[in-house]
């Protein structure tokens, strides 16, 4: 039996409107939704690296998170 949450979502499992490949991995970002629902979210690391283009990996996506160059809430 598990314990906790679930920290890991599969490619093909994901929601179709964060047009994700299918065949470019095996899992794909699971977001922190947070008190939202998991399907009506939109991780962070697929907006900046797949919408935008301004990261090719998810290191960088969290390199440009933690040096702040991009604000997420209000």
């Not at 920290?7 to 490949?21: C, E, F, G, M, T």
Request: hydrophobic share 40%; charged share 25%.
């Amino acid at each position: 039996m598990a314990r906790g949450p679930k920290k890991h979502l599969k490619r093909l499992a994901a929601p179709n409107h964060w047009l994700l490949d299918k065949l470019t991995g095996c899992y794909a970002p699971r977001p922190s939704a947070g008190p939202h629902k998991l399907r009506e979210s939109l991780p962070l690391i697929v907006f900046l690296r797949n919408r935008l283009k301004y990261a090719l990996n998810g290191r960088e996506v969290k390199a440009i998170l933690m040096e702040r160059h991009v604000q997420s809430g209000r």
